[in-house]
């Protein structure tokens, strides 16, 4: 060996060291995980006052939950990996109960493995989302995965929460207002854990509304996210007026006794002919689906679903004091060829409408959209929408062939 040879390596070897520390969060540090520690560095250099997240990075910080870098940085832009976020969410709910790892590739000595220990124990990880028994530590995490272990952790602190998720699963009724419902791109088993996460307002869409259940969440929108999580802990399912609508939705097609003044008196409402047939004279044979309401009473449209459908824009979609509007998922079977609004002229209240969805929500959220002329004997399902008055005494019926009754009326 060359004499200077060795203390070459040894300084790369130094560098190198050195390097890895500067990149190491503090959390990461395999050694047993300090609040008081954490809390001493509650402000970063990376992140100035004028950042969006910096007072929610400022409380996790306080908190204990969410730590920064050796070198005195967040980094609000990096990516959250799986083994990160269980340690956050095993701080939040600090317990001290354990399932052992079955995971491969998470040792005894790996710095997340209390934490996901924590979390299968708690519940908001399930061993059974994870094939080959690997959990993939360093993975970032997904806005779809990140849903789930929230959803989950909600259902532990609230059992109701768990019947939430349950309902929205096992309903056919469930419509999550993203795009990726309609437009693909999500994980069906994913939309209940994604409804729990909309509806409480844990998780939101993006400028474009697409939720990008496959994309991922950095650091700084972690930070918003614990802080929100924490304050749904506290809360029932039913102080969510978003998340009361979706279980509405799920469990009777329509969203109009949590959204409007309506109430069912002594009828049945639109569960009672979801699916129905109703026969229009000569005109072909159509069913009520879904019925969506959107508050546009107030100097701003209301509903987890307004932007879905709503477009203040375009006619008809204004506000106006007096009015609901309705969102109707129908089917139809035409006995002759019609347009919409052929099959619209004389028809039974609620069966039919001559007003389509806005073609920029259509365009955006890919909602099926009505034909210029339905075929006869083919058979369509689509959106249409009308207008509801919401003055006292205002009634909204309608009758499905087997004389089911849909009944609804605002008090006088």
Known sequence: MKRGTFRKKSNKLLLATLALAVATPVYAIPAPYSVAEAATKTTFKDVPKSHWAYESIKQVAEKGLVAGYSDGTYKPSAQVTRAEFATFLSRVFDSKDRTPIKFTDVGSSHWANEAIQEGLAVGFIKASDFSNN????????TRGEMSRWLANGLAHANADYGKAIEQMANSSLTLIPIPEFYGGGVNKKDLPYIGVALGTGLLSGYEDFTFKPNGNTTRAEVATILIRFMDAMKKAPSEFTGLQELLEVSSTGTNILTISK?????????EGVLGKPHTHLNKGVATIERAIVVDTTGSKAKGIYK?????GEAEPYKLNKDIYLVFYEYTLVPSRDVSMRGIADGA???YSSTFSVDKDKIDRFKIPAPEEVFKKGEKYRYWASDLINNSSGTIIKGRA?????YYYEIPQ
Do not use: I, V
């Open 134 to 141: 690997k959990f993939e530590p360093n993975k970032a995490m």
């Open 262 to 270: 309506f109430q069912k008196t002594k009828y049945t409402g639109y």
């Open 307 to 311: 932007d879905m459908f709503f477009n």
């Open 348 to 350: 039974l209240e609620g």
């Open 401 to 405: 062939d087997d004389n089911s009754l």
